[in-house]
């Protein structure tokens, strides 16, 4: 199996050597494509504006100057354009990407463009502790995700589909168990802007978050975090809402 590995966290993240021993439990055929710098929050965008520079740091390992929806493309492409990946792994991102990270996170991107490319792909991030994100259990998602990526790939990944894995923070012997989950949803009053200002008396901001308090819903990936589970959420390519679409039909028809 020849693997394909990246990441939004950069070439030289720490996550990316961790994901790197889990794809080699997995295959001695591994290639590393991945940003040349920190990525995180921008999503499934390409570089449309700006050209992708490719530098090989060793054998089968490279950075790009772009996204990691670019890292992807320029492997399967190019890179390994004579032997396409049999599957794409993304990370391991530092921290979570729950709920509404979804739909900002570049590691779930990545690994969106490779079922795009009809690859299949899974998404793998690593919650840190609260308050603390210097503080991560790496160890969790080098334990248990070969075992569960294996497991998948058994079973069948279907077309159109990614997975999302997501492992808390705890030692992987503090892991309460496996949640199959759906998506969560924050309270997005917990998004705020922290006003500043530079050294002209200029005015600039940064986004910021706090923590939520509320109780996370059943059966959802905020709800697997909370209770030191790992939890696995199939993500579908298609983001039409079915329900609505029938019922717009039959107005407009």
């Not at 055929?29 to 530098?55: C, F, K, Y």
């Not at 997501?166 to 012997?173: K, M, R, T, V, Y």
């Not at 969560?184 to 009053?189: A, F, M, S, T, Y």
Request: proline share 6%.
């Amino acid at each position: 199996m020849r693997i394909l590995v990246t990441n939004d966290d950069g070439i030289h993240a720490e996550g990316l050597e961790v994901l790197e021993r889990i794809a080699r439990q997995l295959s001695d055929d591994v290639w590393i494509v991945a940003p040349e710098t920190d990525q995180s929050g921008v999503a499934h965008s390409l570089s449309l504006s700006n050209p992708l520079r490719l530098r090989q740091i060793s054998e089968k390992r490279f950075a790009v100057a772009g996204t990691p929806t670019d890292c992807v493309i320029m492997a399967v492409r190019s890179v390994m354009a004579e032997a396409r990946p049999d599957l794409v792994l993304s990370g391991v991102n530092r921290g979570s990407n729950v709920a509404e990270d979804v739909t900002y996170s570049g590691t779930i991107a990545a690994a969106m463009e490779g079922t795009l490319l009809g690859i299949p792909s899974i998404a793998i991030s690593q919650a840190y502790m609260p308050g603390d994100r210097n503080v991560i259990r790496w160890d969790c998602a080098e334990s248990h995700a070969p075992g569960i990526i294996r497991r998948l790939l058994e079973e069948g990944i279907p077309e159109g589909v990614l997975f999302n894995l997501n492992f808390p923070h705890a030692g992987p012997d503090e892991v309460k168990g496996v949640s199959v989950t759906v998506q969560g949803r924050r309270d997005q009053e917990l998004v705020k802007l922290e006003p500043r200002r530079d050294g002209r008396g200029n005015p600039y901001y940064w986004i910021a978050f706090q923590r939520s308090r509320k109780e996370p819903a059943n059966g959802t990936d905020l709800r697997a975090m909370a209770e030191s589970r790992i939890s696995i959420t199939p993500l579908e390519l298609d983001l039409t809402h079915e329900p609505t679409l029938t019922r717009f039909a039959q107005l407009f028809a």
